[in-house]
């Protein structure tokens, strides 16, 4: 294919109740055989099973996630009755596990973790759907074909697809932005290399950026994703493509490390961000005008960018491409264009009818109605087909919980009013700057001349086996948590220890088997699969 033409159960206790209050009630044998089949008796319609997170967030006055108005208007205007099963969104993984091993999982499994997905696939516990989708599928079938990508990418070892995808239009994830009125101050430039880097950080925690007389600022943050980010910045991920070869990199850690614990012995850093598990403290900083340069989520950098400009008026932020290293200049990681999301349980009962389902989810009038609500409730329609919402704050309460039911609905259809998740037409001063920031980040990180380091995105990396799956996250783990310490720990543990310690474990753990399992794996499907400089190229027609 070319790189750049992809388009962009009921259980058995539920049924057993049903069919035992039909007879009750006195209904005739026709009805009884319908429930035990599968139907609900109601118009003839079929039941599913479909996975929902919960994640706490629902309104009261909208009901549960399991029954609210969006599951009613599914029932009403669906081929099938679905009946929602929540799925406890911090704990999924465990509430799937529980579901599978007592014969209760939803017929159709939406779940974002696609590593969670293929360990499904490896225990046996997902249907194929080739032929299902060519027997009894015209939408999804349809999407297919314009999007081959999410057949390659759905498609496990065994030469069968088994994963359902979202496909919409690459999103910015990972952020870095610099107070541009400090930069200004000081008579300093953006940073355009890790060494400039380092000497504007300095400056931000040394040299009384904002003025008060107090050493009270710091130069950056290292708490939560932002260590990642500077790894990005250094080309240290775990298997990178070099010399036309997947290889386990080492050589990445000890710079990336160094510049670390440089920051951090010097005073410019926070030297309580290792106990910044989640971000916050770092966020509080950049709210309050005490951080120079703040990696982390656009959206977490938006939500502060407010508190910061109602704080201080006169702050001026502007985002910033990551700086080059010896390794080359690279980007954060970005959410693709294309998402695998969801399989079909192999004990579903009536496949066809999940089937069914899904293709009513990905009907273009299904996305526009979940994206803008109901015409006259939630919207207007304008003389030039544009959707004016009627009262955001009512929209906010009646369809700020829906993201999760359109987990792999096509997206890149969808016309969005918004930029950096703000009304583009909005005429709020701190709405127009921040637009102007997400824009320029657009422009900075979703450039395939500049990609995130990985060989292809953390969701599309190939399935492992179990002994495998273990090596890599253990591989993983064990280098953030030993160069963690190296960074905090002076001379007593230094980062040249902490590499040889990592490496050591590595190989101790069966390092060496998966990467002779990656090396092969790269030579095979080197010309097939999906690679990270292809992600930001992708064309929907």
């Given at each position: 294919?070319?790189?750049?033409?992809w388009?962009?159960?009921?259980?058995?206790?539920?049924?057993?109740?049903?069919a035992?209050s039909?007879?009750?009630?006195?209904?005739?044998?026709?009805?009884?055989?319908?429930?035990?089949?599968?139907?609900?008796?109601?118009?003839?319609?079929?039941?599913?099973?479909?996975?929902?997170?919960?994640?706490g967030q629902?309104?009261?006055?909208?009901?549960?996630?399991?029954?609210?108005?969006w599951?009613k208007?599914?029932?009403?205007?669906?081929?099938?009755?679905?009946?929602f099963?929540?799925?406890?969104?911090?704990?999924?993984?465990?509430k799937?596990?529980?579901?599978?091993?007592?014969g209760?999982?939803?017929?159709?499994?939406?779940?974002?973790?696609?590593?969670?997905?293929?360990?499904?696939?490896?225990?046996?516990?997902?249907?194929?759907?080739?032929?299902l989708?060519?027997?009894?599928?015209?939408?999804?079938?349809?999407?297919?074909?314009?999007?081959?990508?999410?057949?390659?990418?759905?498609?496990?070892?065994?030469?069968?697809?088994?994963?359902?995808?979202?496909?919409?239009?690459?999103?910015?994830?990972?952020?870095?932005v610099?107070?541009?009125?400090?930069?200004?101050?000081?008579?300093l430039?953006?940073?355009?290399?890790?060494?400039?880097?380092?000497?504007?950080?300095?400056?931000?925690?040394?040299?009384?950026?904002?003025?008060?007389?107090?050493?009270?600022?710091?130069?950056?943050?290292?708490?939560?994703?932002?260590?990642?980010?500077?790894?990005?910045?250094f080309?240290?991920e775990?298997f990178i493509?070099?010399?036309?070869?997947?290889?386990?990199?080492?050589?990445?850690?000890?710079?990336?490390?160094?510049f670390?614990?440089?920051?951090?012995?010097?005073?410019?850093?926070?030297?309580?961000?290792?106990?910044?598990?989640?971000g916050?403290?770092?966020?509080?900083?950049?709210?309050?005008g005490?951080?120079?340069?703040?990696?982390?989520?656009?959206?977490?950098?938006?939500k502060?960018?407010d508190?910061l400009?109602?704080t201080?008026?006169?702050?001026?932020?502007?985002?910033?491409?990551?700086p080059?290293?010896?390794?080359?200049?690279?980007?954060?990681?970005?959410n693709?264009?294309?998402?695998?999301?969801?399989?079909?349980?192999?004990?579903?009962?009536?496949?066809?009818?999940?089937m069914?389902?899904?293709?009513?989810?990905?009907?273009?009038?299904?996305?526009?109605?979940?994206?803008n609500?109901?015409?006259?409730?939630?919207?207007?329609?304008?003389?030039d087909?544009?959707?004016?919402?009627?009262?955001?704050?009512?929209?906010e309460?009646?369809?700020?919980?829906?993201?999760?039911?359109?987990m792999f609905?096509?997206?890149?259809?969808?016309?969005?009013?918004?930029?950096?998740?703000?009304?583009a037409?909005s005429?709020?001063?701190?709405?127009?700057?921040?637009?102007?920031?997400?824009?320029?980040?657009?422009?900075?990180?979703?450039?395939?001349?500049?990609?995130?380091?990985g060989?292809?995105?953390?969701?599309?990396?190939?399935?492992l086996?179990?002994?495998?799956?273990?090596?890599?996250?253990?591989?993983?783990n064990?280098m953030?948590?030993?160069?963690?310490?190296?960074?905090?720990?002076?001379?007593?543990?230094t980062?040249?220890?902490?590499?040889?310690?990592?490496?050591?474990?590595?190989?101790a753990?069966?390092?060496q088997?998966?990467?002779?399992?990656?090396?092969?794996w790269?030579?095979?499907n080197?010309?097939?699969?999906?690679?990270?400089k292809?992600?930001?190229?992708?064309?929907?027609?």
């Amino acid at each position: 294919m070319g790189k750049n033409s992809w388009s962009k159960k009921v259980t058995g206790g539920f049924a057993a109740v049903m069919a035992l209050s039909m007879v009750l009630s006195g209904c005739g044998t026709n009805e009884k055989q319908s429930a035990d089949s599968g139907e609900s008796g109601d118009g003839g319609k079929k039941e599913v099973s479909v996975s929902i997170y919960d994640r706490g967030q629902i309104p009261k006055e909208e009901g549960t996630y399991s029954d609210n108005r969006w599951t009613k208007w599914i029932n009403e205007n669906g081929p099938v009755n679905a009946k929602f099963v929540p799925i406890p969104r911090n704990e999924s993984q465990q509430k799937y596990s529980m579901l599978f091993a007592s014969g209760d999982a939803p017929d159709l499994v939406l779940e974002y973790d696609t590593d969670f997905l293929n360990s499904l696939w490896a225990q046996k516990q997902l249907l194929p759907l080739d032929d299902l989708v060519a027997n009894n599928s015209t939408e999804y079938k349809a999407l297919l074909e314009k999007v081959p990508a999410l057949k390659t990418l759905g498609t496990k070892p065994d030469g069968k697809m088994y994963l359902i995808g979202m496909v919409t239009k690459p999103e910015v994830l990972g952020a870095m932005v610099i107070r541009q009125d400090w930069l200004d101050k000081l008579g300093l430039e953006v940073p355009q290399t890790v060494d400039e880097l380092y000497a504007v950080a300095d400056a931000f925690a040394n040299q009384d950026p904002d003025g008060n007389g107090v050493k009270d600022t710091y130069g950056i943050n290292l708490s939560q994703f932002a260590t990642y980010y500077i790894d990005a910045m250094f080309q240290n991920e775990m298997f990178i493509v070099e010399n036309d070869q997947l290889v386990r990199q080492f050589d990445r850690i000890k710079p990336a490390y160094d510049f670390k614990k440089k920051l951090f012995d010097n005073g410019i850093v926070d030297k309580d961000f290792l106990s910044d598990k989640n971000g916050q403290k770092a966020e509080q900083d950049f709210a309050s005008g005490k951080l120079g340069i703040y990696l982390a989520y656009s959206t977490v950098i938006s939500k502060n960018f407010d508190t910061l400009k109602n704080t201080d008026p006169n702050a001026k932020v502007t985002a910033m491409a990551f700086p080059e290293s010896q390794f080359g200049r690279f980007g954060p990681d970005f959410n693709p264009a294309l998402q695998m999301t969801g399989a079909v349980n192999a004990n579903a009962k009536d496949p066809e009818a999940v089937m069914q389902y899904i293709d009513f989810m990905v009907t273009p009038s299904t996305v526009e109605t979940f994206a803008n609500g109901i015409e006259g409730e939630n919207y207007t329609k304008e003389a030039d087909g544009t959707m004016k919402p009627i009262d955001e704050a009512k929209n906010e309460t009646q369809m700020g919980y829906t993201n999760d039911y359109r987990m792999f609905m096509p997206k890149y259809i969808l016309n969005d009013n918004k930029i950096g998740g703000r009304p583009a037409d909005s005429t709020d001063p701190i709405d127009q700057e921040w637009i102007a920031i997400a824009q320029e980040m657009d422009k900075l990180y979703l450039d395939p001349e500049h990609p995130h380091p990985g060989f292809t995105h953390a969701k599309f990396r190939p399935s492992l086996d179990k002994a495998m799956t273990t090596t890599f996250n253990d591989g993983w783990n064990t280098m953030n948590d030993t160069m963690a310490k190296a960074i905090v720990s002076g001379d007593a543990y230094t980062v040249d220890q902490g590499v040889e310690d990592v490496k050591k474990s590595w190989y101790a753990s069966g390092g060496q088997a998966l990467e002779d399992w990656y090396k092969q794996w790269y030579q095979d499907n080197k010309d097939s699969w999906i690679f990270m400089k292809e992600l930001y190229t992708m064309k929907f027609e």
